[in-house]
């Protein structure tokens, strides 16, 4: 993929607070490894053909729906996104009810308004402050939580500065959600973490930082050398940046 169609998906981050099932888990990692969103798209067709009402179970489905519905969007794959999307939010309606953590709720809303701007741009003014606010409140009702820090880094990556945003101000709500789910141990065949390592990278080099860049993309590859994203489009890419600044 290119990058441009490609760094959304990058931006894609949830905590998993479960435990997710192996075979779901590994198929949605090695297809996001491989670049094979058909196959990442079958696997969660086959969750909701099998859906569970229980919060572990839709935990994970939404994950992989997020993931899935981003890669659409950045992709310009808009009817796909929205047919995912509202699968996503009746999936968050059920676990809203059954009083999952509040600031995992919050965080999922933040993120959904985030997708539905990318799917209608004009309608940024109204929903810009809803995702802001989720994100914020996700942060106040649990500061351990990952997944705030990174919504709201999101909407600050991605508001113009004249509105407030701020490259910088994102990647160091990034930066923080990577120590917390660092320090969770959360990491092993994840493939949030690799986009995590990915999408901080990529801010580094928004902020004019190749050399750290660099590094967080070594990183990623260092956890995992088949990360197709990393291996054959970002780290590339930053290596020639920096040959073309030193010369």
């Known amino acids: 993929m290119e990058r441009k169609k490609n760094y959304i998906v990058t931006i894609v981050f ?20 491989s670049n094979r969103m058909n196959d990442w798209q079958a696997t969660i067709d086959k969750m909701e053909e099998n859906r569970e009402t229980n919060t572990e179970f839709l935990l994970q489905l939404i994950n992989y729906q997020y993931g899935f519905i981003a890669w659409c969007i950045g992709n310009e794959k808009n009817e796909t ?14 676990l809203e009810k059954s009083k999952v953590s509040a600031a995992t709720i919050n965080a999922y ?16 003014p109204f929903l810009g402050p809803k995702s802001v606010n989720h994100s914020k409140l996700s942060m106040e009702l649990d ?12 909407a600050q ?12 101000e994102a990647l160091k709500h990034f930066l923080k959600a990577l120590k917390l789910m660092e320090a969770g141990n ?9 986009s995590l390592l990915a999408l901080i990278g990529q801010s580094f080099e928004k902020t004019g930082q190749p050399a750290k ?21 970002l780290y590339p890419g930053i290596l020639k940046k920096i040959k073309d600044l030193n010369e």
């Open 14 to 33: 949830l905590l998993s607070v479960f435990v997710a099932k192996p075979a779901y888990k590994t198929q949605i990692y090695n297809a996001y490894i």
């Open 81 to 94: 996104a929205e047919k995912y999307l509202k699968l996503a939010e009746r999936n968050l309606e059920w």
């Open 109 to 124: 809303k933040s993120a959904f308004y985030g997708f539905k701007i990318g799917l209608s741009p004009i309608k940024a």
């Open 143 to 154: 500061p351990s939580n990952p997944l705030g820090y990174i919504q709201y880094g999101n």
């Open 157 to 168: 990556f991605y508001m113009p500065p004249v509105f407030g945003g701020s490259k910088k």
């Open 186 to 194: 959360d990491i092993s065949e994840n493939w949030n973490y690799l």
């Open 213 to 233: 860049a660099k590094m967080f993309y070594e990183k990623a590859l260092t956890t995992e050398p088949g990360f197709l994203f990393v291996k054959d489009e």
